[in-house]
């Protein structure tokens, strides 16, 4: 399961990177820094999505780690392959639902200045600055999209950790405390 987990925060890696990479070299090469409102929509979708699911399969790798130091006799049964496969395909799948939920509302504003924003990254702040209409709702989605998708992947991993650290101190041996700490 770890290196499945693995495989699939290094897929996320090297997407997630590859989302802001070409627009800012050709924003270098041609000194042309303005994305149309919709190449920031498709930017922020993959930047979100794709940082989205990171947060969770963190959170998954922390649990496999979680059962494999402190629960090694019950590893095997608990985190099999079905397990892993659901559990990463949730991380993707809740990503993508949270960020087609938040790319809809911020593409329902209202624009008054040109389809054009001066940054070769996509942000809220200039699109929210850009918008005519109420911000309310895009606003509150956010808030609840970063509390659900950053905060309480963040905690589970601390919790995860705290257990994990707790027994590894616990472990009698140097040897042994290394060997564990090693594998996180």
Known sequence: PMYFLLGNLSCLEICYSSTILPRMLASFMTGDRTVSITGCMVQFFWFGFLATAECYMLAVMSYDRYLAICKPLHYTTHMDGRLCMQLAAVSWLS???????????????????????????????????????????????????????????????LVSYVFIISTILRIPSTTGKQKAFSTC
């Open 95 to 157: 990503s993508f639902i949270s960020l087609s939920i938040l790319v809809s509302c911020t593409s329902q504003l209202a624009s008054v200045a040109p389809n054009e924003i001066d940054h070769f990254f996509w942000d809220l702040t200039p699109v929210i600055n850009l918008s005519c209409s109420n911000t309310n709702l895009v606003t509150m989605a956010t808030s609840y999209s970063l509390s659900i998708n950053v905060v309480l992947p963040f905690l589970l991993t």
